[in-house]
C-alpha cells in the first residue's frame, strides 16, 4: 500500500505540467480484458445461431437499424418487436454481409432496419427469431435530449470503467468520434469488442465515426474499413451520402454531422461536396443545435498528433464556419480538452467551442505533454480518462461536463452552458455568405 502510494505521488509529479486546475494524482493504467473474441479459423464448423455483438443505431426518422452476428450461416436476417415483454406483434426483415480478413472469416452480419417507432417508448425486441430478449428506448420527439461522448474507446479496464459511467448517466444517444476496438488488424478483437459493448449499444443508440485504429489497410489484398463498414452501418445512405465514413442524422431538434478524417476531404472530394449539400438543407428553426465529430482535433494544444488536423480543417473549417456550426467533438488525442468559440486559430464569438474526448479508455495510455503556455483559444486541459454528457436543454441552451475516471468513481471535472449560435446575430449575419458558399460549385 505504501509503495502504491509513492507510485502515485511519483506520477502526479512527472505529470504537473499538464495545467489542469487542480491537484489531482491520476491513478496507474489498467490491463486489456480478456473477453474471449473467439478466434475464427476458416475452417472452423463449430457454429452457433445465436445472436451476440448486437447494437442499434438511427436509421433516420422514427427508425431504428439493429446490427448483429451469428456464426450460423443460415441464421435469418429479421428483427421481431413490440411495447411488451415477450410479445412481437411487429417484424422487419433485413439483409446481411460477411467478409474474410487474411486466415479469418467473420460470421454472418446481420442489419435490419424496424420502425417506424414511436418517440421516447421502451420497445422488447429479438433477432432472428431465438436467442435472448432485449429491450431499447427511443429518443425524445423535442428537448431536452442527452448524448453520451467517448472516443478512442478500446478494450482495457479504463474502458469497462467509462462504460459503466456511462451506463449511469440517463442518455438517450452515445455519440464516438472514432477508434473503437483499437482491433488494429486482429479481427478477435472486433468480435470481443461487439460483446463488451453489447449491454449498453443494444439499448441505446450507438452512432460513430471512423477513426485511425479503423483503418486497416493491406496494400492490394484488403480495403482499409471493410471490418469497421461490414460491422458498423451507420445511416449514410438515409443522409444521401455515398460512404459510410461521413453521413448526419437528426434527432429531436438537433442536426449532427459525422464526418471522416480518414476520407477525401479536400474542395474537390465526395465527402466535400456532401458536406455541402448536406449544411445547405439544414433548417435551424427544426432544428436549432448544429453539431459536428470527426477524429483528428483541429485545435489541439496536446503534443500528442500535433498539425494533423490542419489540413482538414484548412479544407473545412470555412464551411463549418459559415454554417454557424455550434459545437465540434473529436477523439485520437488521449486527454480532454475544451476550447472557447473559436475561427481561424483565434477566439470568435460567432465560432464554434471544440471538445477533444479522446480518453475512453484505450490501450495506448494517455497524453500526458501540452504545449505552454496555454494558447489563448483553450478554455479546458487534462489527461484523464473519463467521458461527456451533452444535454440540449432547449433550442438555445445546452449544458455540457466531462466526467474524468478516478479509479472507479466518474468525478464532474469541467462543465459549462452553451447558448446556440441561432438565437445570437451570428446566423442572421452570416446568412449571405453561407448562402454564397454552399451555391459555389
Known amino acids: 500500500m505504501e509503495l ?9 509529479v512527472l505529470l504537473s505540467s499538464t495545467a489542469t486546475p487542480e491537484a489531482y494524482v491520476r491513478p496507474l493504467p489498467r490491463k486489456n480484458l480478456d473477453l474471449g473474441g473467439g478466434f475464427r479459423w476458416p475452417w472452423d464448423s463449430k457454429t452457433n445461431s445465436q445472436p451476440q455483438q448486437v447494437h442499434i443505431s438511427l436509421a433516420g426518422e422514427k427508425h431504428m437499424r439493429v446490427s448483429w452476428i451469428t456464426d450460423d450461416k443460415n441464421s435469418p436476417s429479421y428483427v421481431e418487436y413490440g411495447k411488451s415483454p415477450g410479445i412481437y406483434d411487429l417484424v422487419a426483415e433485413g439483409d446481411f454481409t460477411s467478409y474474410s480478413y487474411m486466415l479469418y472469416s467473420s460470421g454472418k452480419i446481420h442489419h435490419t432496419v424496424i420502425g417506424p417507432l414511436e418517440y421516447n ?22 428537448f431536452p435530449i442527452t448524448f453520451a461522448v ?23 444517444v452515445y455519440l464516438l468520434p472514432g477508434d473503437l476496438s483499437y482491433a488494429d488488424y486482429m479481427q478477435h478483437l472486433w468480435d470481443s469488442f461487439g460483446k463488451l459493448v453489447e449491454p ?18 493491406i496494400p492490394l489484398l484488403k480495403d482499409g474499413f471493410v471490418s469497421y463498414n461490414s460491422r458498423w452501418k451507420m445511416p449514410f445512405e438515409e443522409s444521401g451520402s455515398t460512404s459510410n465514413l461521413y453521413y448526419s442524422f437528426e434527432v429531436a431538434g438537433v442536426h449532427i454531422v459525422m464526418l471522416g478524417s480518414y476520407a477525401d476531404y479536400d474542395e474537390w472530394s465526395e465527402q466535400y461536396r456532401w458536406l455541402k449539400a448536406d449544411l445547405s438543407k439544414v433548417d435551424r428553426k427544426r432544428t436549432p443545435w ?34 454557424s456550426v455550434d459545437l465540434v467533438i473529436a477523439g485520437h488525442v488521449h486527454a480532454y480538452e475544451r476550447s472557447k468559440r473559436v475561427y481561424d486559430g483565434r477566439p470568435d464569438p460567432c465560432g464554434a467551442v471544440h471538445i477533444t474526448i479522446g480518453d475512453g479508455g484505450n490501450r495506448e495510455g494517455l497524453a500526458h505533454r ?12 487534462e489527461a484523464s480518462f473519463g467521458h461527456g454528457e451533452l444535454t440540449m436543454v432547449n433550442s ?45 460549385p
Open 150 to 172: 467517448a472516443g478512442d474507446l478500446g478494450q482495457t479496464g479504463w474502458t469497462e470503467s467509462t462504460l459503466d459511467h456511462i451506463d449511469q448517466c440517463k442518455h438517450h
Open 4 to 12: 502504491l502510494k509513492l507510485l502515485r505521488l511519483v506520477v502526479a
Open 370 to 381: 501540452y504545449i505552454n503556455p496555454q494558447p489563448n483559444w483553450s478554455e479546458f486541459r
Open 200 to 217: 449498453l449499444a443494444s439499448s441505446r443508440p450507438w452512432m460513430v465515426t471512423e477513426g485511425n485504429h479503423e483503418e486497416e489497410n
Open 290 to 323: 448544429l453539431v459536428v465529430l470527426f477524429h483528428v482535433p483541429w485545435y489541439n494544444s496536446n503534443k500528442a498528433h500535433q498539425g494533423e488536423g490542419d489540413a482538414m480543417k484548412a479544407a473545412m473549417e470555412s464551411l463549418l464556419y459559415a454554417a
Open 396 to 440: 438555445t441552451h445546452a449544458y455540457w461536463s466531462w466526467h474524468r475516471n478516478d479509479d472507479d468513481e466518474s468525478v464532474k471535472a469541467d462543465d459549462f452552458w452553451i447558448t446556440s449560435l441561432v438565437s445570437s446575430r451570428c446566423v442572421d449575419d452570416k446568412s449571405h455568405e453561407l448562402r454564397s458558399m454552399l451555391m459555389t
Open 121 to 142: 417508448t421502451v420497445y422488447y425486441y429479438r433477432c432472428g427469431g431465438q436467442g435472448p430478449e432485449f429491450k431499447l428506448k427511443t429518443p425524445p420527439a423535442q
